[in-house]
Every structure is written in structure tokens, then in C-alpha cells.
């Protein structure tokens, strides 16, 4: 496994880390009785094969996700060797609302987290400032050691930056995939410029780029990338010859891409068994004639989604407090 720096001054976190939205989640179909002895054992798997960062979120399985994973570190005895990033939703802009949701997440978790992260940008009419200066103020009371953002496209990230005051975000959690390649266009760039870690989420395209053909959970079905990707014979068919010559599976070579880009998947899965095929890509090195084979077969997706990212944008034509009350009616997105 290799390692990167979060951000300018962030801790030392593997190259791939591992997403815990499926944890609990109604959408994935995961919320049966065992689902924290299946994260018990997915983070042992994990940490096992070198990958320490670890992320989750407050609305995950109404805060299931949060309890599974902040058990299972404990129950390992591995918190001191793990990095831990929840974020707080997007629906929540005023400070008072901010900071208590931050411990709530701290309490559900058993331990302060490393990085908390914005989900994604307030409604319209609330002032982004008022998110960055909450989001310091969590760093200064010593609750978090960092924060960072998620789905802020480039123009809301600048605004973000001119906000902060002491501290600047030193991540932003982002679509990123062979099948979804927006941030590309500028956001990717800017970042690289003021020392921002891009981490990927759906860096599988919901398992079709781990070749999935047919959708089988609510969270799959729904999703218009997991479409367009499990149909792109061109794309599957690079996947393939990639994944034969390297006799590796095709997640592999998608996440190996990623890494290449500098980005950091955080690949999910509700499967033990997963774990060891993505800590793979942290291995692998990708030779550059077999990067351009896969940029050539996926560079119309720079565009294909729009030119500016704006994935989970339309929440903010949504009032915050109706947002939260579809997430609540889930209970366990
Ligand atoms: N910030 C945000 O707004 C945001 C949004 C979405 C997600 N995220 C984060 O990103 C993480 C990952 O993204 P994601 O959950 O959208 O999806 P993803 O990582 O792109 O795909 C994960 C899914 O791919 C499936 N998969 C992997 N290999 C497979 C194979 N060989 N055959 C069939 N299926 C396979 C897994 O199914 P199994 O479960 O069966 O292994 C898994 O559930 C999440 O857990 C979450 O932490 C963040």
C-alpha cells in the first residue's frame, strides 16, 4: 500500500480508503441484524491490507454507519492507526446547528473524528460563510482536527476559501469515475493549485465499472451513471483486456485510474470479501500507454454530465428543513 498527505498538512492516509454509506443503508439493502459484525470485519479486512481512511456520514443509515464503523475501530483496537472522516448534511448552515451535530456524530462514533466534511452545499439562501466559520470554530474547540468539503463545485469552493479565517478546507469529496469525469473540466485543477485533496465518491460507478451489468439495489437502479457505464461496451471492453493482462479484476484497474489522477476513491461495498480486490489498487501501477487506453475509451464522460460539477446541486433549491425531512421519512438512506 502506498500513503499521500490529506490535503497540505493533513495526516498520512492510504492511497485508496473505503466508504461506509452502504453500512445500514435502505438504498443498498443492507440493514439486516448483522450489519456491524460485517463492518467489524471489513475494517479488520482493511486495516489488514493497509488501508487506514475510513469515511461516513451522518445521514448514512440514520447514523448506523457512524455506530458500525466507530465500533468496529474500537472493538480492533485501532483508533490511533486509523484516519475517520463523517461529514454533517448539507442542510445544516447555522452554527448552533453545525456544532451539535459534530458532537452527535463524535458520541455515535465513540471517538473525535479527523475530518468532518460539509455533504454538500447549503440551500440558496444561506450564506456559505456562515458554514466555513462554524466549520472552524469546530476545528478551534478541538472537536475535529480538520474539515473539509463535499460536492462544492469551483465557484462555491473559492467563495468558501475567501470565507475562511483561520483555516482552509483541506479536501473536497467529489463524483469521480472513468464514467463521470466533470471535475476535470476546472474544479480538479484549482484544487491541485491550493493544496486540496480531491476524494472520489462512486469510484465504481456503483459497481458497474467492476463490470455489474444489471442493477440490483435501489441505490444502483436510481442512478443514471451506473446506467450509462454497465451499457458502455467500449469502456468494459478496456476494462477487460486491462484487467487480464494485470490478472487483476476490472475495480481494480477503474481505482488504479483514479490514483494515477491523484484522486483518492473511497470505493464502498457491504462484502468482506471486496476489501483485499480494492487494497490491490493501491498496489498496482498502471503503465501509460494503458492510462491513455483508458482515457481515450472514457473522455466523453469530461462532458457528457455537464461542464461545471454540480452533482447533488439540485438540493439547494430545496429548504433546508424539507430536506431533512425527506432524508428523516427513509430512516436509512
Ligand atoms: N459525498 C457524497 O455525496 C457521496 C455520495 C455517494 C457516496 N459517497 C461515499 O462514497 C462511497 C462509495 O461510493 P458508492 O457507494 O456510490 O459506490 P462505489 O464505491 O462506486 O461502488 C460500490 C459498490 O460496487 C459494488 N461492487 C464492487 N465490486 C463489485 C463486483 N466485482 N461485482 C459486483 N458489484 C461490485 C459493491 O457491491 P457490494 O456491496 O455487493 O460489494 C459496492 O456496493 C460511499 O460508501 C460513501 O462513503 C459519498
Known amino acids: 500500500m502506498r500513503y499521500i498527505r490529506l490535503g497540505d498538512r493533513g495526516p498520512k492516509i492510504s492511497v485508496i480508503g473505503l466508504g461506509f454509506w452502504q453500512a445500514g443503508s435502505r438504498l443498498w439493502g443492507n440493514r439486516g441484524g448483522d450489519v456491524a459484525e460485517k463492518v467489524y470485519v471489513i475494517v479488520g479486512e482493511a486495516y489488514n491490507y493497509g488501508i487506514n481512511f475510513y469515511d461516513t456520514a451522518e445521514i448514512y443509515g440514520g447514523g448506523l ?29 447555522i452554527e448552533h446547528s453545525i456544532l451539535k451535530a459534530i458532537k452527535r456524530i463524535n ?17 440558496l439562501y444561506a450564506p456559505i460563510c456562515k458554514v466555513i ?41 467529489v463524483q469521480y469515475s472513468l464514467a463521470y ?22 469510484p465504481l460507478a456503483k459497481g458497474a465499472l467492476a463490470g455489474l451489468r444489471q442493477p440490483k439495489t435501489l441505490a444502483q437502479k436510481t442512478d443514471p451513471v451506473f446506467r450509462k457505464a454497465s451499457t458502455d461496451n467500449e469502456l468494459q471492453g478496456v476494462l ?29 461495498t457491504r462484502r468482506p470479501k471486496r476489501v483485499r480486490e480494492y487494497a490491490r489498487a493501491g498496489e498496482l501501477r498502471l503503465s501509460g500507454e494503458d492510462l491513455e487506453l483508458l482515457d481515450r475509451a472514457s473522455r466523453k464522460y469530461l462532458r457528457y454530465w455537464g461542464v461545471e460539477y454540480s452533482s447533488l446541486s439540485l ?4 429548504p433546508g428543513f424539507l430536506q431533512q425531512l425527506g432524508i428523516a421519512l427513509i430512516r436509512g438512506i
Open 240 to 268: 477487460r483486456r486491462l484487467a487480464d493482462k494485470y490478472k487483476v479484476s476490472k475495480s481494480v484497474i477503474a481505482l488504479s485510474w483514479l490514483i494515477s489522477m491523484k484522486a483518492i476513491p473511497i470505493p464502498g
Open 181 to 202: 469525469r466533470v471535475v476535470e473540466n476546472r474544479l480538479k485543477k484549482y484544487m491541485e493549485e491550493m493544496g486540496i485533496s480531491l476524494i472520489a465518491w462512486s
Open 315 to 318: 438540493n439547494r433549491l430545496i
Open 65 to 93: 454507519s457512524e455506530k458500525c464503523l466507530g465500533e468496529a475501530i474500537r472493538r480492533h483496537g485501532i483508533r490511533d492507526e486509523v484516519v475517520v472522516a463523517s461529514k454533517v448534511a448539507g442542510y445544516r448552515w
Open 133 to 173: 466559520n462554524a466549520l472552524e470554530k469546530a476545528v478551534d474547540r478541538g472537536m475535529v482536527e480538520y474539515y473539509g468539503l463535499s460536492n462544492y463545485n469551483t465557484n462555491l469552493l473559492i467563495k468558501a476559501i475567501e470565507c475562511s479565517r483561520k483555516y482552509e478546507p483541506i479536501s473536497n469529496q
Open 107 to 123: 458520541n455515535r462514533i465513540g471517538f473525535k473524528i479527523d475530518l468532518i466534511q460539509h455533504h454538500w452545499p447549503p440551500p
